[in-house]
């Protein structure tokens, strides 16, 4: 069965947009594997604009299911925080400084080497590396070459599209991966996956390991609870 790992970002906007610790992350992450989550994501990015570095540490001492931490490893302070937690799994996100949300995967093609060193110093140090990847072969393959352990396909395009033709918004997915399991690279997806979307998405997807969703699925909490939209959410994946 495929997991589900909550992103937990907009609870720390939420928290940081009046200052304080209301609502509280620590306790939120608490709660999101109470209600059933397989893991926690996080994202922090350098100008700490909602995940704080502090939190990662934070976290890492109570998340007691998978720790997932996302993030730019062409910065040098993420690279840090990441090997001094040892989360289970790290994602290697091409983001650059002041990106508002990632919009793109890794050219796996023209990063071959950067991306086989920076996976190397995860792996040695025990974590699991998942990169970001668009549902483009030639990346798959690409990152098959890395030493990646698991990509993580980037699902805006699937999600724009749905609406107008699922069945072609999800063949490029299909076809991605299709080829990473014949490689032996674990699939991940993320990005604008909602309960519209996720059920036809994970129905189609050959040995889908993990989603992690944070954006809508906080949207969804505002009218329909937490707890229960997590296991709505689990439900579209069972």
């Not at 608490?30 to 989550?37: N, V």
């Not at 001492?61 to 302070?77: A, D, L, P, R, S």
């Not at 793109?104 to 995860?122: C, K, P, Q």
Request: charged share 25%; aromatic share 8%.
């Amino acid at each position: 069965m495929t997991r589900l790992s909550v992103n937990i970002n907009k609870i720390a906007t939420l928290r940081n947009s009046r200052g304080g610790n209301n609502p509280d992350l620590v306790q939120v992450a608490k709660d999101c594997e109470l209600f059933g989550a397989q893991g926690i994501t996080v994202h922090p990015r350098p100008d700490e604009r909602h995940i704080r570095y502090q939190d990662v540490f934070d976290l890492k001492e109570i998340v007691t299911t998978e720790f997932n931490i996302e993030g730019n490893c062409q910065e040098q302070k993420f690279i840090d925080l990441v090997l001094a937690n040892k989360p289970e799994q790290v994602t290697l996100v091409p983001d650059v400084l002041g990106q508002i949300t990632s919009n793109h995967g890794w050219d796996t093609i023209a990063n071959r080497d950067y991306l086989t060193e920076m996976i190397s110093v995860f792996k040695q140090a025990g974590i699991r590396v998942s990169i970001f990847v668009d549902p483009i072969v030639e990346m798959v393959e690409g990152a098959a070459k890395t030493g990646t352990d698991r990509i993580e396909l980037y699902t805006e395009a699937y999600a724009t599209h749905y609406h107008q033709n699922r069945d072609e918004a999800i063949a490029p997915y299909i076809e991605a991966a299709e080829l990473a399991h014949e490689l032996g690279i674990g699939i991940n997806a993320g990005h604008d996956l909602d309960l519209n979307n996720l059920k036809f998405f994970a129905d189609n997807i050959p040995a889908l390991d993990e989603v992690s969703i944070g954006h809508a699925l906080i949207s969804d909490a505002l009218y329909f609870g937490l707890e229960n939209t997590i296991q709505m959410y689990l439900r579209q994946l069972g």
